[in-house]
């Protein structure tokens, strides 16, 4: 090769690269430099927009042409920007992996069909007498970087900034830069993070023109009293002979400044302190050789003591989520746009935390969470997840901690750490400095952690693999000292309990990865810690927004595919569509569940008295009013607001709203406590809704519509009963002991036999699945043993039917006692009683399924949530009198799944245009529902949302019980109280049929 290979060793981890600094931009003038926007500074020029660009399979394929090739019919390419989401070029595929490694486990080597891409850009430069630095603050997996042909530099660590001094390379006139990516380096089994691997300049490249003699480093630490009311702030700026500073308040006023050579300390006394809830900020001028460089700064004190979390000497809660850079059309490129959408999502719902899974992030992401109040734990760009499996499935602890523990990977750890450390170093959110994730532990680790300490003696440090039963430390061995909390993904809830109620246990408990947002609604029992235990300090959900990678069709509708979908190998399918929001972050159901469990406030209400408690760790709740209303049967009763909640941080008040007895008559009678936003806030509109408290004032109510009555007629053959009364008509099939047949005033309401179903499609989470497809419940059939007609009077008709549901091959699943009654009023009762098999796993669900027209499109329920709802995910959502369409109850998940389900609900109806439907109950009880045009089958058998079929029916379930998104057994609840494992059941539902004339 023209040029010496670093990215197949380890011998060379950088060449020509400037030593890591602190992420700041210098500007030529302070206006300027207090508006901050990097574009405006004259020493700024970014070289982000199209390149030329040339793919190669492989790197061995490259020659010293590619320096002086005439590139004009080469592809134009966007920087930044991933080169597989070109799906429509003849490039490298998006591969998204888990787990493995997308090539041989061979460390440091890396297969020879490497491919690369070779990226161009001429540039015109007036060469003055300053220095030229060339950054690239984000490139995957390593890059070589040539300057007018002559190599200028290399440098790997795929989320971290690389800066060149290319002055010497500079000539007056056109310069072009020619950059050569390599898709796999030695580094990548560093980056075996769980996400789509990608290549590719993905982040801004800017070129910055100083003078020659220039401030390099800039240090900006501050150390508050143990009063927290004098700090000192100590600046230390390299070669800053002669510099001066300012420092001005949030609107700009001056209040302190001075003179100093390299380093000072500045005094102030009873400092506004940043914290999420009040991220006030400084700004602090650097004036040195023509150059003024801005911080934000944000006086902070976060420190481990008494086994809490303190900021500010407060024990604060993070109510965090993971968050990958995500884009689905650029891949890791995320415009600042972008991240303030994901930002502002996130303070939507209460969040204040973001854990920079599995890497640094762009650094005006840590600018954007410093200003909104969202503290980082910060990740150094490090996973060794694929070291654990030699073949898939056989995993070895130890071998996953190899490569942390092997001297020859030391200073590749420790490079990661101090390309984390120093570029961040001064941004006000951070709060934890995190040494990676799913790395084993070892020495490797110790030293990471030994560095960030030397840099800042009041560091926080997290890794998760230090935990106290991490099974790869060797006897004798213990790796605590790593990290100062106590940090477990995924622990259950009755380990947590232990540990936090364990007094041998002296660091505070820290969920960096907890739930899935697959199952969010598990949140509420992982996070009640956060009342009752002062060494609980909170957590992460996993994870913010489904990875997928976005293609448009021949319309423009936009397309998402997930693993495998490209063809590549290995593939972890799914896994990547697990997030609160979707890729266009559009809030997937999860995401109010997050909102709902990390709300501000908490409440409850006895004997007309309303009591709010304040959750906050700083500020009182005077930003926000509470709009309070009773309705019964969604019909207003009364209402009301609090204006004033100045309810100071963890106090409560009381406040009488009315009578305590006024409404404990009345039907499906709700209070509901809407808090709103009183004033405008750059995430949110005045007006908007944080979260709500709803408390039952009532009785169960379940009135449905009433008709005439009039004699039932009846028409019996050996095989069929037909009655008929009040303009409805039934027919059931004997042999077969089903209704086949459903009609109001000659209009068809089924189109197929009613049929007692319990196959559901399988969610993402998969749960009982394999024991589902094993006991074939996708094929239950119903075998009926009699029917027979018990009583017929023309009042009322009784049709007792004993029958089972199974499949073939295995004893029935079900055994039960159906009694169809028919009355004279046209209404029809089915009630059910009977026993599920003692070994047979939980059922998906277990009701009656109606094949429906498909103009059976509008529906309407009294019961919770306008989203869908389940056993254990319902507690984001209220009770109410909704109103919605079939198409709309289907849940658009990216590959369809289990969707649409409605839960508590007491009455509903499906009706069609014309006024005809079917409204029902179940004899006084809750129930869940859900109204499609799509079965089980159709669900399963589309692997992506868009190829679901055109079909031609409304599918109604209507269910005694639904099984759970999550089957977590871990959960302190009552047994079946969200799974469906009961052996017996006897329930009823009460079915009306009506058209627009028959109501009373």
Request: hydrophobic share 30%; with cysteine.
């Amino acid at each position: 090769m023209f040029f010496q290979e670093f990215h197949k060793s380890l011998d060379t981890l950088h060449f020509g690269m400037q030593k890591p600094r602190a992420y700041y931009i210098p500007f030529a003038d302070r206006e300027s430099a207090l508006n901050g926007i990097r574009e405006n500074s004259g020493l700024f020029t970014l070289l982000s927009g199209t390149w030329k660009f040339k793919f190669f399979k492989s790197f061995e394929d490259l020659s010293e042409d590619v320096l002086s090739a005439e590139i004009d019919g080469f592809d134009d390419i966007t920087v930044p920007r991933c080169w597989q989401t070109y799906t429509d070029r003849d490039y490298d595929k998006p591969l998204y992996s888990n787990l493995e490694y997308p090539f041989p486990t061979d460390p440091p080597h890396v297969p020879d069909e490497n491919p690369c891409g070779v990226y161009y850009r001429d540039i015109d430069i007036k060469k003055e007498d300053k220095k030229y630095y060339l950054n690239f603050e984000g490139v995957s997996s390593c890059f070589y970087l040539f300057v007018n042909g002559v190599f200028t530099g290399y440098s790997q660590v795929s989320h971290s900034t690389s800066e060149f001094d290319i002055t010497d390379k500079l000539t007056d006139g056109s310069n072009r830069i020619c950059v050569i990516v390599v898709k796999w380096c030695d580094g990548t089994y560093l980056e075996d993070q769980d996400f789509f691997r990608l290549s590719g300049i993905f982040r801004d490249v800017y070129l910055l023109c100083r003078n020659s003699s220039h401030a390099e480093d800039i240090t900006v630490r501050s150390e508050l009293d143990e009063s927290l009311t004098e700090c000192k702030i100590e600046l230390t700026a390299e070669n800053a002979v002669g510099a001066s500073y300012e420092l001005t308040d949030r609107d700009g006023k001056v209040i302190k400044s001075g003179s100093f050579d390299n380093s000072t300390v500045i005094e102030l006394s009873e400092p506004i302190l940043w914290n999420s809830e009040q991220p006030y900020l400084y700004t602090l001028l650097l004036f040195h050789s023509d150059e003024v460089i801005p911080f934000r700064l944000g006086i902070k004190k976060v420190e481990i003591k008494d086994k809490k979390l303190l900021i500010n000497g407060k024990r604060e809660i993070l109510r965090g989520v993971n968050r990958h850079d995500s884009n689905p059309f650029t891949g890791y490129y995320v415009s600042v746009e972008d991240m303030k959408r994901d930002i502002f999502l996130i303070k939507k719902a209460n969040g204040n935390t973001v854990r920079t899974s599995h890497y640094p992030n762009d650094p005006r992401f840590y600018e954007l969470c410093s200003e909104y109040g969202i503290y980082t734990v910060d990740e150094a760009d490090l996973e060794t997840h694929g070291m654990g499996y030699e073949v898939e499935g056989e995993w070895d602890w130890t071998r996953w901690s190899s490569l942390s523990t092997i001297p020859e990977w030391k200073e590749a750890y420790v490079d990661r750490a101090r390309l984390l450390y120093e570029r961040d170093k001064n941004s006000p959110c951070v709060i934890m400095w995190s040494l990676g994730n799913e790395s084993g532990v070892g020495v490797n680790h110790r030293a990471m952690a030994q560095y960030i300490r030397e840099r800042d003696r009041n560091a926080v440090i997290h890794y998760e693999n230090s935990h106290k039963e991490f099974p790869a430390v060797p006897e004798g061995e213990n790796f605590s000292d790593i990290s100062d909390v106590e940090s477990r993904m995924y622990a259950g809830v009755g380990y947590i309990e232990n540990y936090l109620n364990d007094p041998e246990n002296h660091k505070p408990f820290f969920m960096c990865e907890y739930v899935c947002s697959m199952s969010t609604g598990d949140v509420y029992d992982y996070f009640k810690f956060a009342d009752d235990y002062e060494n609980f300090s909170g957590g992460c959900i996993w994870e913010f927004c489904d990875h997928a990678i976005g293609v448009k069709d021949a319309d423009g509708n936009v397309r998402y595919y997930y693993g495998g979908d490209f063809g590549e190998q290995p593939n972890s399918g799914i896994c990547c569509i697990d997030g609160l929001v979707y890729p266009d972050r559009r809030p997937r159901p999860g995401y109010y569940d997050m909102k709902k469990v990390y709300e501000p406030f908490k409440g409850s209400f006895e004997d007309g008295i309303l009591t709010v408690i304040n959750r906050r760790t700083y500020t009182s709740l005077d930003d926000l009013c509470a709009e309070w209303t009773v309705t019964s049967n969604g019909k207003t009763l009364k209402s009301g607001t609090l204006d004033s909640l100045s309810i100071a941080p963890k106090a409560c008040e009381k406040y009488e709203l009315f009578g305590k007895d006024e409404f404990k008559e009345r039907e499906n009678c709700f209070l509901t406590v809407s808090f709103k936003q009183k004033a405008f806030s750059p995430w949110a509109e005045k007006g908007y809704e944080v979260g709500f408290l709803q408390f039952e004032l009532g009785v169960f109510g379940a009135e449905l519509p009433k008709t005439s009555a009039d004699k039932i007629v009846a028409e019996e053959t050996e095989r069929y009963l037909s009655l008929s009364a009040s303009g409805t008509s039934v027919v059931f099939d004997k042999k077969y002991g089903k209704l086949c047949s459903f009609r109001k005033n000659g209009e068809d309401i089924i189109s197929d036999c009613v049929a007692f179903d319990i196959w559901r499609a399988p969610n993402y989470n998969g749960g009982s699945k394999g024991r589902w497809f094993l006991e074939r419940f996708d094929r239950i059939k119903q075998k009926t043993y009699s029917c027979r007609v018990a009583e017929n009077d023309g009042e009322k008709a009784v049709i007792e039917t004993e029958a089972s549901l199974g499949a073939h091959s295995s004893p029935p699943v079900i055994k039960m006692t159906v009694v169809w009654t028919f009355l004279c009023d046209g209404s029809l009762t089915v009630s059910c009683k009977g026993k599920v098999r003692e070994n047979a796993p939980l059922l998906p669900h277990l009701g009656i399924k109606l094949i429906m027209p498909k103009d059976f499109e509008n529906v309407g329920y009294f019961g919770i949530g306008d989203r869908e709802t389940y056993p254990d995910r319902h507690k984001a959502f209220r009770y109410g009198l909704y109103e919605t369409t079939a198409t709309d109850m289907y849940e658009h998940y990216i590959r369809p799944q289990e969707c649409g389900n409605r839960f508590g609900v007491r009455y509903a109806c499906v009706q069609n245009a014309n006024g005809t439907g079917l409204a029902f109950s179940a004899d006084g009880k809750d129930f869940c529902f859900k109204a499609l045009h799509y079965e089980a089958a159709d669900l399963i058998n589309s692997a992506h949302d868009f190829e679901l079929p055109n079909t031609d029916k409304t599918v109604l379930s209507i269910d005694w019980k639904v099984n759970a998104i999550s089957e977590n057994s871990e959960l302190d609840v009552p047994k079946y109280s969200r799974n469906l494992g009961d052996k017996s059941f006897d329930f009823s539902f009460r079915l009306v049929p009506f058209s627009k004339d028959s109501h009373k």
